[in-house]
Structures are given as structure tokens and as C-alpha cells.
């Protein structure tokens, strides 16, 4: 990983002033190091939306029956009801009661193939393999976890204690290892404003390492971030540090020469004026005393101190007046992780307010760099002697603090998204941004977008859109055909991929596509239609129309809905009691097949119903603002009501109207039920 300060080969960290106007890292995620840990296994399966790949393998028959006793009920539990975090937590929560690592560790897995954001919960999942002696896999789990939310700093220190807990330190690598970990970390997150904890673990680190430069080093890189105890490491720590060596040992070589050049010409001029405000030149063997070579005088010594502490305290005001701009924001973030739980309106308008402002400094910062460029341009004609000139160095720090600034938009918009990963706005908002930038960015964005909002339609066909526009349209026709699968019966979806075969050429594949949708609206009204017409002619043809539905690729509950109304039309109408008798059977056999499909899909709706609705509610109010996880489940109404058949004396007519009732939203239906199922012998 490319780091914000190089370390030399005697393991002492470059000179800190370097940092002025060196390229600004891209966010996110960082490239671990390879020496750190694993290959990026999780990143890449989050990254294409793949979250299969992170599932467990199924266990053996010894696993299954080493088992808890509960463990069955509350896994299956939460896998019927995917999207309801609760039945998650409490499939986790046994586990970790249990303290059985078979089952911790396949539940953690599965949990996080959908709630990677948890950072808690891969601690959780580190614990688990360093209690059972595995610490290589608990390292790897903690790469894997830090691939996924890279800004934790709370997982970055746990990763980094881990490895303070396991390393021979007596090994010369392990040193070299610890502080390339560290590097990573605050390269990742040292610039969220919670992250003086990591900061003062870096610092506390090196200077058990002995190695008193790195310690300067580190501190004169915090003082610069607006963080929230910025005081702490100024008057706490860098004060201390400063008197506690000397300069020339605390300081980078380069620094002290320079300011150890400057106080000996400043004491030199001073003594000069005193000699001359006396009228007369010091008295032989009243010179400045020598001192031995190589060393410095307690006065000059004083001297660098008061200059470095000067040059210091500058910077302190600088960031303390940029902390000051900022409190208010951080102040107003009340849950900086991610939760399903809806976000309250304060709070997400504060993260809207936070963004424009750190954009506002951005495009002001950016208008100021144009403004000072055709000036330092003219200079610059000027001005070219020397390998580079002034307004050349002028311009390079101009278009850094650029970059920058940059940089602080793209970390804000990540911190944002861990909290409100939920929430389309802030996805968008960031993919907005990103557009005029980078076209790749954008890309990965988008997945990261649909890996969280799976369901969410808007997203995924602008996401499709984007990747046709870019012309990758065998990427646009994965997103579509993953969406129409995931959201059967979306007829926008369907009409979309028929398009963008159509604007690909690919006439034939786009008719097919049309006609391979069976709509159940469609066959809905057919039987509709069919029911309605002559009695005496229409026996056959509902027959066919039922018979046509459950061929075609509906959902379970629309098949059981429309059998059910093909079976009370021949019990009421047909001559045949061997006919009715087929379709009784014919009817049982289909809520055999199909009914534990329906309860599977009635059971997700249940757990969704838990949380919140679904993605695409309006944005009203706290509490319907948030889809708090992910919405995969059908909409689902209760079942037709009783028909009173005295009122049927003019035909099936009072059927007409059974499926338009204004609840009837998607045709679902929560209830099984076996029409006149006393009357006939059980199937």
C-alpha cells in the first residue's frame, strides 16, 4: 500500500514534511498489504454482489449432529426469514452462549455474507478462532472484515492487538509487520474524527520500539487532522514528547539542521546587537564559550525547542479552526455504524448538511486554485531559473490541497455510507460525484450499492443504464437479469432487458423476452374473462386457462389462487362429478408442491414486516424513511371473502369482481384454503 510517510530502511518513518504536497491516497478500499494478512477474498464477493461465496459449506453429518440442540431451529429460522436481523442476532447470540465454535463459526459466516458492515460481529468472528487456537484464521477473518468496512477503527485496532498478541516480536519481521499494519490503518481511517484512539496506539507503540523520530513523526501527522481530542495530542503529548529529548534526537535530520541553522543565526545577530548597543566590541576571552563539537549549547538547545514548539503551535490553530467547523456536524452523528434500524430525520438531514459543506470547501478551494493559477502561470514566464521554480511549487501546493480536499469528500461519503448503507439518496449522491471523476469509481460504487439495496429496482436499472452507457452490455444484462429474478413479475424490468436487446440488435432475443412473460394480471383476467361467459361453453375453456397458468412461470401463490378458483367453478357448475373429483385432485397435489414455497415467501414477508417496509417507501417521516434491510418478498393480502350463494342466481357473475378488490395489490394470498375439502376423500 502506498502510505502517507515511507519508512527508510533502518525503520524510522521520512521526513513528516514531506506530506505537504505528496499524492493523496484514493478511497476506498485500501489494497492490504500482501505481507498483512490474506488475499481479498470477501472485497471481491461483496464488490459483484456475490454474497454465495461468502456462505458456509455445508456442514458434515459429525457437525450436524455435534450441534446444539437449538442450533437447527434458530439457523433455519433465520434463513426462512433472511432479511429479519433479529432472527439473525439470536441465531448468534445461542451460538456464542453455547460457546460451540462449529456453530459460531457458520453462523458468523452466513451473517456476514449479508451484514458485512457489522464490524462488531467480525470481531466476534476473530475471537472465535483465536479461542480454538486458530490465529492465522483469526487474522485472516480480520483482513477479510477490513476489506469490507476499511474506515473501523475500532476493527483496525482489534486486528492490530491480535497481532501484538500472537507475533514473536523477537522475530525481526514482526516489528517491520506491526508497523505496516499501522500504516494501513490510519492511511484507511486516521481521518475520521474518532480515530485518536488508533493515533495514540501508533504513537504509544513506537515509542516502545525505542525509536524516538517515528514518534515525532507520527504525532506531527496527527496534529494536523481535525479530530475530536486535536488538543489531547498538542498539549498533551507533543509537549510532552518535546521536552522529554533533545531536539537532535527527536527531530528528522533534516528538520534539525534547518532549524538549528536558523537559532544559531537568530543568537548570533542577538549577541551582535548587544555588542553594538554597548558601543564597543566584547573584551578578549569574552567571546561565546565553545562547546565540543557535535553538541549544542542548553541555550540553543532552548532555542530549537521554542522554534519547533512556534512551527507547532501554528499548525495547532490551523487545525483547531477546522475542528471548530466541523463540530457541529460530527456533533449531530449520533450512530456512526450501521444498524437496520432506521435513522431519525435529524440525523440523516445532518449527514445531507455535512456533505454540502465539505463539497462547498471543495469547489471554493477549487475556484481559488484557477483563480491563483493564471497568476502563478505569469510568474512562472518569469521565473525559470532552478530546477523548479516558485510559482511552480506554489501551483503544486495549490492543486494538492486540492486533491485533498478531495480526498475529505470521499471519506466523508464512506463514512456516511456505514451508517446509512440503507438509504438510496446517499448512493446516488455519491455515484453524482464521482461521475466527472471516474468512470471505474463509479463502477465499483454501483456494486457496493446493490450488494446493500438488492431489491431495490431504481438502483439496479440505473446501475444497468450506466454500464450500456459505458458500453459494457454484458454487464448491463447480468445486472438486469439478476434483478428480474430476484423481483419476478416487475413488468418495467422486463420491458428494460427487451430494450436494450432491442438497441443491441438482438431483435429475436428481445421479442422472446416479451413473450416468455407471463404476467398474473394477465392470466388473472383470462380466468377472469373465461369465467364470465356462457356457462355451457365455458366448462373447457377455464379448464385450458387454468391448465396454461400452472404451466407458466408464476409465483407459487398465483398458481394456488388460480387452481383454487378453477375448483370452485366446476364444483359449482360442472355435470361431471368425475371432473370435479380430477380437479380436487389435481388441486391437492399443487398445494403439496407448492404450498412450502408459499410459506417460505409469507414467512419472509412476516420477517420483513418486523423491521420496516420495504426500499421504495417515501421518504416522509423517521419512521417510514429507512428500508432497513433487504425487501425480497412478495406483497401478499388476505383471502377472498365468503361469496353468498343465494346471490348467485344469475350466474357465476358474482365472481366477477373477486380479485379487484382494492387490497389486492399483487395477488398474493396469505391463507390456504381447501375449497369443500370435507366433501371429498383426503388426497
Known amino acids: 500500500m502506498a502510505t502517507e510517510c515511507e519508512t527508510s530502511g533502518d525503520g524510522e518513518l521520512g521526513d513528516p514534511s514531506a506530506m505537504e504536497i505528496t499524492e493523496v491516497p484514493i478511497l476506498p478500499p485500501p489494497v492490504m498489504s500482501d505481507e498483512n494478512g490474506c488475499a481479498d477474498l470477501a472485497t471481491e464477493a461483496f464488490a459483484q454482489g456475490d454474497t454465495a461465496s461468502f456462505s458456509p459449506p455445508p456442514a458434515t453429518e459429525d457437525e450436524e449432529g455435534d450441534l446444539p440442540a437449538d442450533f437447527e431451529r434458530l439457523w433455519n429460522a433465520a434463513h426462512d426469514n433472511a432479511h429479519d436481523f433479529t432472527s439473525w442476532t439470536d441465531l448468534l447470540q445461542y451460538c456464542e452462549q453455547e460457546g460451540h465454535t462449529a456453530a459460531s463459526q457458520r453462523a458468523l459466516m452466513a451473517f456476514l455474507g449479508r451484514y458485512p458492515l457489522c464490524y462488531g460481529y467480525w470481531k466476534k468472528f476473530a475471537d472465535v478462532e483465536r479461542r480454538a487456537g486458530n490465529n492465522d484464521k483469526a487474522a485472516e477473518v480480520c483482513v477479510q472484515g477490513l476489506q469490507s468496512i476499511p474506515l473501523s477503527v475500532d476493527l483496525w485496532i482489534h486486528y492490530i492487538n491480535l497481532l501484538l498478541g500472537t507475533l514473536d516480536m523477537n522475530l525481526p519481521e514482526s516489528p517491520k509487520r506491526i508497523r505496516s499494519v499501522f500504516e494501513d ?17 501508533y504513537v504509544e ?54 532549524v538549528r541553522a536558523l537559532c544559531r543565526e537568530t543568537q548570533k545577530a542577538e549577541r551582535a546587537e548587544q555588542a553594538k548597543e554597548k558601543g ?24 530549537i525547542r521554542d522554534q519547533v514548539l512556534s512551527r507547532r503551535e501554528k499548525i495547532h490553530q490551523e487545525n483547531e479552526n477546522e475542528v471548530r467547523k466541523r463540530w457541529n456536524f460530527e456533533d449531530t452523528i449520533k450512530r456512526p455504524y450501521f444498524h437496520v434500524k432506521p435513522l431519525d430525520q435529524t440525523q440523516l438531514r445532518g449527514w445531507h448538511a455535512y456533505l454540502d459543506w465539505e463539497l462547498a470547501q471543495l469547489n471554493k478551494d477549487a475556484d481559488d486554485c484557477n483563480k491563483d493559477s493564471k497568476e502563478t502561470d505569469a510568474d512562472a514566464k518569469e521565473d525559470t531559473e532552478g530546477p523548479e521554480s516558485t510559482a511552480q511549487t506554489q501551483r503544486r501546493k495549490e492543486e494538492c490541497q486540492v486533491a485533498r480536499d478531495d480526498h475529505r469528500v470521499r471519506f466523508l461519503f464512506e463514512r456516511c455510507l456505514i451508517a446509512c448503507a440503507l438509504y438510496e439518496e446517499f448512493w446516488t449522491r455519491y455515484i453524482q460525484y464521482l461521475e466527472t471523476r471516474s468512470v471505474d469509481e463509479v463502477r465499483v460504487v454501483y456494486k457496493r450499492a446493490c450488494l446493500h439495496l438488492p431489491s431495490n429496482p431504481n438502483l439496479h436499472m440505473r446501475r444497468a443504464t450506466f454500464e450500456e452507457r459505458h458500453g459494457d452490455l454484458a454487464a448491463a444484462r447480468r445486472v438486469l437479469e439478476a434483478l428480474d429474478k430476484n423481483r419476478p413479475g416487475l413488468v418495467v424490468v422486463r420491458v428494460r432487458r427487451a430494450a436494450l436487446e432491442r438497441r443491441a440488435g438482438q431483435l429475436e432475443r428481445s421479442e422472446a423476452l416479451l413473450q416468455e412473460a407471463s404476467n398474473d394480471k394477465l392470466h388473472l383476467n383470462l380466468l377472469e374473462l373465461e369465467v364470465s361467459s356462457e356457462l355451457c361453453s365455458s366448462a373447457e375453456a377455464v379448464q385450458k386457462c387454468v391448465t396454461r397458468a400452472l404451466a407458466a412461470p408464476l409465483a407459487p401463490h398465483t398458481k394456488i389462487i388460480l387452481s383454487q378458483r378453477g375448483l370452485q367453478f366446476v364444483e359449482e357448475y360442472s355435470n361431471s362429478i368425475q371432473s370435479v373429483l380430477s380437479f380436487y385432485e389435481d388441486h391437492q397435489k399443487l398445494l403439496k408442491e407448492l404450498g412450502g414455497i408459499k410459506r417460505e415467501a409469507e414467512n419472509k414477508d412476516k420477517g420483513q414486516e418486523k423491521v420496516v417496509k420495504s426500499e421504495d417507501a417515501p421518504a416522509d417521516d423517521a419512521s417510514t424513511q429507512a428500508p432497513p ?51 371429498y376423500p383426503p388426497s
Open 205 to 258: 507503540w513506537e515509542k516502545e520500539q525505542g525509536n524516538i523520530r517515528n514518534v515525532t513523526a507520527v504525532l506531527d501527522r496527527v496534529l494536523k487532522l481535525p479530530t475530536q481530542n486535536y488538543s489531547t495530542h498538542y498539549e498533551n503529548r507533543f509537549k510532552a514528547h518535546l521536552s522529554s529529548y533533545e531536539p537532535k534526537e527527536m527531530l528528522s535530520l533534516e528538520e534539525y539542521e534547518e
Open 185 to 201: 490503518a490510519v492511511v484507511a481511517s486516521g481521518l475520521d474524527f474518532h480515530s485518536d484512539r488508533l493515533w495514540d496506539l
Open 280 to 303: 564597543n566590541e566584547m573584551p578578549p576571552g569574552e567571546e561565546e564559550p565553545a562547546t565540543p563539537e557535535g553538541t549544542d549549547s542548553e541555550e540553543l538547545i532552548q532555542r
Open 629 to 679: 434491510t433487504d425487501p425480497q418478498v412478495p406483497i401478499t393480502v388476505p383471502p377472498p371473502p365468503t361469496m353468498d350463494m343465494s346471490a348467485q342466481s344469475g350466474g357465476y357473475g358474482g365472481y366477477s369482481n373477486w380479485y379487484q378488490q382494492p387490497q389486492y395489490g399483487s395477488y398474493g394470498y396469505q391463507n390456504t384454503w381447501n375449497y369443500n375439502q370435507g366433501y
